[in-house]
């Protein structure tokens, strides 16, 4: 009964499916709305398959990330390695900068770290950049300062 008296408002409106009424809004409208949803989710279907393409290249490179923080170095062993590669003993690097055998040992075992300026001395005198020179140095390690 409900349901009949409901029918008969709804005609009486011209809100009934198949009715024709003065008023063409509602057959423009659902065509514009049902391309706009359309659209909508095409879009969220690609913004999702973008992000799991991106989580699944991230977690493949976990092989890559491993690799590289096993070639991070500290300073020490960076200055070390040049020192060797370029045959010179800690006593020449310190004659050379114009500091101590000990400092030059305390810069190699990560005991301490050269100032700036000698920082700058020594990739002078290893003939590379100091960004050569630091350019794979772990930083997630404090120096240690004695």
């Excluded at 020490?76 to 590669?85: C, F, P, V, Y």
Aim: charged content about 20%; aromatic content about 6%.
């Amino acid at each position: 009964m409900r349901f009949n008296i409901l029918v008969a408002a709804l005609a009486e409106n011209g809100d009934m499916p198949g009715e024709q009424t003065g008023s063409s809004f509602s057959l423009v409208a659902f065509p514009i709305l049902l391309i706009l949803g359309i659209g909508l989710t095409a879009i969220s279907v690609y913004l999702v398959i973008l992000v799991i393409k991106a989580l699944r290249r991230y977690l493949r490179s976990s092989e890559v990330r491993a690799e590289k923080a096993l070639v991070r170095k500290t300073l020490g062993e960076t200055l070390k390695d040049h020192r060797i590669q370029c045959n010179m003993t800690q006593e020449f690097v310190a004659e050379a900068l114009g500091v101590s055998r000990q400092a030059v040992s305390k810069w190699e075992t990560g005991s301490s770290e050269p100032s700036t300026a000698n920082l700058l001395a020594l990739a002078k005198l290893y003939r590379v950049s100091a960004e050569e020179l630091l350019k794979n140095v772990s930083i997630e390690e404090p120096p240690k300062n004695t």
